[in-house]
């Protein structure tokens, strides 16, 4: 970054908040076109049975009905979807690949899997539709119980394999075998982790126009990776990839789930508009969100930790059932963050992690924000609080114990990452951070004085204190084209598709301090293939990182364009000129200089020629790919009262002192702190999706399945720490998962601490007031 | 959803096992039954509607197979509904017991269903299920007992 950046670290108001606050922003539900034709889907009602037959026949007569569309009418169009993401080389992986069919065939392996589309002059018309259509399913035995799954003489889900099990993988560091017999003390518990939605605002949708004139597609959709989505529908559909444009507006949340999934509505849409030479829309209703939309987090664990006396980890023993839903399309990026953030901040030298991914009767697992990271955190969190128990440590002491030191960085785990590479933390600086979240909480003041005379009140407040880790910014590479426009202003484009991220702020303050203008003056384009098409998406907290560090790199390249060009303009060597307020300028005589706009209109001169080795314009593209993902990291803290008679919990303080390197705009770092903090307390205390033995989804509307409302999330104080990565030029690290990546564990940790003495202990997640009574009643019973 | 239950009827055994096989007594007494027909030996279509909580007067076609009958005393039936908004599919099985009153014979009946539910009424009215399950039945008996107790 140039001398005098004015953006970098600034508190800058959101460029494209006027236009979200005054409803401006286009989302794939505003666009309409002429002549426009809706789409609804027959879903499956059966969790797992056999389909019989499907009888079309009444909805194609029902007049506003422009087509009907089974399996059978896909033709060679039917092919079961992509595997998106390649298992990384892990000796002795297994990996059974089963992927979804755009409509069910034969057989049906979630309730809402799609079995027809109708096409309608409405979506009135395609609502009622669907109830002319008559489908016969012969329903079999559901897989809902993981362990039930994998048992011998299970029914099969996916019939050519011998078992229910979709991928075995174990990873080891050390010998933990051989530490296991020197310890002093093993905890060994089982843990509980179970599943959610993402919840976004914004539903699913997508919208298509085939303009057969141009013989050219566009397709307006709710994806966070527009081009790996036009990529993969323009070789489905056998055209050009630049006869394909995908565009990502504003998307109202995206958390995972919209990733390049290619859905069977997204693959579906484009194939029957261009059949049928009409443009065509499909908006998810909130139901359909709950079966047809990916969700994330079923697992167990069977987990231990060896310690010494003094409270040191010798090792980490787990094994882990990992719930992947009806199919694999994603691969094993859940469960190996799982495996590898279970590490955490500690010096863990001995671990043994094995997991088996399970099939089961239930819509498809994929990354939902911490994506595998919270059980992993989860599980080690536990592990440390009950050793703290059993060896009479305190929590944040055995903490302290057991922190790698700034000395120790880059830290080589020796495993395998999600992204194929090995797991290495790049940097970090544990223990101040820890330090400062105590001190910020008052945790020695509080244990030692406050807490005895809360509980001496016969009030129930507990403390906790945890620490993660979370690997962001991972490649393979994104890119951005940034150009000086001769009004002066700014166009940035990059390929990665935002969702209230605030790209439209944080990319266009890297660019405004490379190029010395006003941020306002940055106008960003993002996932829009039409003006940006290399690149793959939004996930894994890697847009500021990888993209901005692409942004900064186009910047820095105009920015070097901009002083030849004005060097030679101004007859000045390049050395003395400056850049700010929109200008080039000689430094020692501000007055002689020329605007961006005005150079930028001599970059590209109506007579004369483009010397060789120059391009016309003030623009440039650059790319960026980190050969490996930086480590951000953190320790959140709370207190909170339990009502021991309703168990209602009610979060007293919440704080998150995190490092996500360096800080582009502490507001944005704040609020996604904010709004995973929420996430996580959702997952935590309130969210949680409820099947019964038939795998029949039984909270499949906001009426029953519960979010946190404002009133549910505390105030959440925040600490910055900066821990620059050396693996990108600006020291960025992701910050989009952090809030809720620990959250469940310190959820845990706290309710715990608030009911000492009663015997009540958490190994699952999420609690609700009506576990937390059962849990606290069954402690009862126990003592007496 | 498992619903099991007892009730006693007025009157004698042979009575209520007549009424149980003859549909128009059904449609009356069944809450929401639009139509019931007999088609078969010991099968029956029908449609009903039903409300539960966000979903009202959502309409099934049903068809009922009576099975394992053992006049007077027992019968299975097999229940298979399908409708806009989700089905239901199971069976109940129903024994009547007849017992010498001082006022003259009761029958006591003894149900037990197990019926899997699925699709929006599952995904949604789920809380409300049972209840709504459980006040259909009680409406349907009363009606039967009232039915009996008009015949008798």
């Known amino acids: 970054m140039p001398a005098g950046a004015r953006y970098l670290n600034a508190r800058v108001v959101r460029n494209e908040d006027a236009r979200l606050l005054t409803g401006r922003a286009l989302f794939v539900d505003d666009v309409q076109l002429p002549g426009m034709l809706h789409v609804a889907f027959v879903r499956s009602e059966y969790a797992h049975g056999r ?172 994806t966070q990776a527009p081009i790996p989505i036009r990529n993969g529908l323009a070789q489905m559909l056998g055209l050009l990839e630049s006869q394909v444009n995908v565009i990502a507006p504003f998307v109202g949340g995206g958390f995972g789930p919209k990733i390049m999934m290619f859905y069977p509505e997204e693959l579906l849409l484009p194939w029957a508009a261009m059949r049928l030479n009409r443009s065509l829309k499909w908006t998810e209703d909130r139901q359909e ?36 839903g009806a199919y694999d399309p994603y691969g094993l990026t859940i469960p190996i963050n799982t495996q590898c953030t279970l590490l955490g901040p500690y010096d863990i030298p001995h671990y043994e992690s094995e997991f088996t991914a399970v099939f089961t009767n239930k819509t498809i697992v994929t990354p939902v924000r911490g994506a595998g990271r919270q059980h992993g955190v989860f599980v080690s969190e536990r592990l440390l609080d009950l050793a703290a128990r059993e060896l009479g440590v305190d929590r944040v002491e055995i903490r302290k114990r057991n922190l790698l030191g700034p000395d120790r960085f880059p830290v080589n785990h020796e495993i395998m990452f999600q992204d194929s590479a090995p797991l290495i933390y790049d940097s970090g600086d544990y223990l101040p951070t820890l330090e400062q979240a105590a001190e910020m909480i008052g945790y020695d003041a509080f244990v030692r004085d406050e807490q005895p005379k809360l509980r001496a009140a016969g009030r129930h407040v507990g403390i906790g204190v945890a620490c993660y880790v979370e690997g962001t910014g991972i490649g393979p590479y994104e890119g951005a084209r940034v150009t000086v426009e001769p009004s002066g202003k700014v166009r940035c484009a990059t390929g990665v598709g935002t969702q209230g991220q605030g790209h439209f702020t944080v990319f266009a303050q890297l660019v405004a301090d490379a190029l010395g203008v006003d941020v306002e003056h940055v106008k960003v384009v993002t996932g829009d293939t039409r003006e940006f098409h290399w690149g793959t998406g939004t996930f894994a907290s890697r847009g500021a990182v990888v993209a901005g560090s692409a942004c900064h790199a186009a910047a820095m390249a105009v920015r070097e364009k901009i002083l030849n060009l004005a060097s030679a303009v101004l007859n000045v060597p390049k050395e003395q000129l400056e850049l700010a307020d929109g200008r080039v300028f000689v430094a020692v005589e501000p007055d002689r200089g020329l605007s961006l706009g005005e150079l930028s209109a001599k970059a590209n001169p109506l007579r004369g020629a483009v010397r060789p080795g120059t391009e016309p314009g003030l623009e440039s593209t650059a790319y960026f790919g980190p050969d490996r993902g930086s480590t951000a990291s953190g320790v959140h803290a709370m207190i909170l009262e339990v009502d021991a008679e309703t168990a209602t919990v009610e979060i007293k303080r919440y704080l998150v002192v995190h490092d996500c390197g360096t800080i582009i705009n502490p507001m944005l770092v704040e609020g996604q702190i904010h709004g ?88 699952e997640i999420p609690l609700s007031p009506n576990r937390l009574f059962e849990l606290i009643e069954r402690a009862k019973e126990g003592r007496t | 959803m498992i619903l099991n239950g007892t009730f006693t009827f007025n009157g004698p055994r042979a009575k209520v096992w007549e009424l149980l096989q003859d549909p128009a007594v059904l449609a009356k007494a069944l809450p929401g039954t639009k139509s019931l027909t007999k088609v078969g030996e ?111």
């Open chain 1, 289 to 324: 969100n709950f079966y047809a939309t990916t969700q994330e987090r079923g697992q167990v664990h069977d987990a231990e930790m060896a310690l010494t006396k003094d409270g040191r980890i010798l090792g980490v023993h787990d094994v882990f059932l990992f719930d992947t």
């Open chain 1, 51 to 222: 389909i019989t037959s499907v009888d079309v026949s009444a909805a194609r007569q029902r007049p506003g009905v422009a087509a009907v569309y089974t399996a059978e009418d896909l033709g060679a169009y039917l092919k079961p979807g992509p595997i998106l993401v390649s298992p990384p080389p892990i000796p002795g992986l297994v990996f059974h690949p089963c992927t979804q069919l755009p409509l069910a065939k034969d057989k049906v392996r979630h309730v809402g899997e799609p079995i027809a589309m109708i096409v309608a002059e409405s979506r009135y018309v395609a609502e009622d539709a669907l109830r002319d259509v008559s489908v016969d399913i012969d329903p079999i035995d559901a897989i809902v119980d993981l362990e039930k799954g994998l048992a011998p003489g299970a029914p099969l889900i996916h019939e050519h394999l011998q078992s229910n099990a979709a991928a075995h993988v174990v990873q080891r560091k050390g010998d933990y075998a051989g530490v296991r017999g020197s310890a002093d003390l093993i905890v060994r518990r089982r843990f509980l982790y179970d599943r959610g939605v993402s919840a976004a605002m914004e539903n699913r949708a997508v919208a298509v126009q085939w303009n057969a004139r141009a013989e050219e597609l566009t397709i307006w959709d709710t």
């Open chain 2, 42 to 152: 010991n099968s029956y279509e029908g449609v009903m509607k039903v409300s539960v909580g966000p979903m009202s007067a959502a309409e099934f076609a049903v068809n009922v197979e009576l099975k394992d009958q053992v006049p007077p005393e027992r019968f299975v039936m097999h229940v298979d509904g399908k409708g806009g908004v989700g089905f239901t599919k199971g069976t109940a099985t129903i024994e009547l017991l007849e017992i010498k009153d001082q006022a003259g014979p009761v029958t006591v009946m003894n149900y037990s269903s197990d019926m899997q539910i699925g699709g929006k009424i599952a995904a949604v009215g789920q809380r409300l299920l049972e209840s709504v399950g459980k006040m259909m039945t009680k409406q349907a008996l009363d009606a039967l007992n009232a039915e009996l107790k008009a015949r008798l």
């Open chain 1, 676 to 763: 995973g903090v929420a996430h996580g307390i959702g997952n935590a205390f309130y969210e949680q999706l409820v099947y019964d033995e038939q795998g029949q989804l039984l909270n499949a509307s906001f009426m029953d399945y519960l979010i946190p409302t404002a009133t549910d999330v505390p105030s959440i104080e925040t600490a910055h720490r900066e821990t620059p990565s050396p693996y990108n030029p600006m020291g960025l690290k992701g910050v989009g998962e952090a809030g809720c990546i620990p959250t469940g564990a310190l959820f845990a940790q706290a309710v715990e601490d608030a009911l000492a003495g009663s015997g009540v202990e958490i190994t």
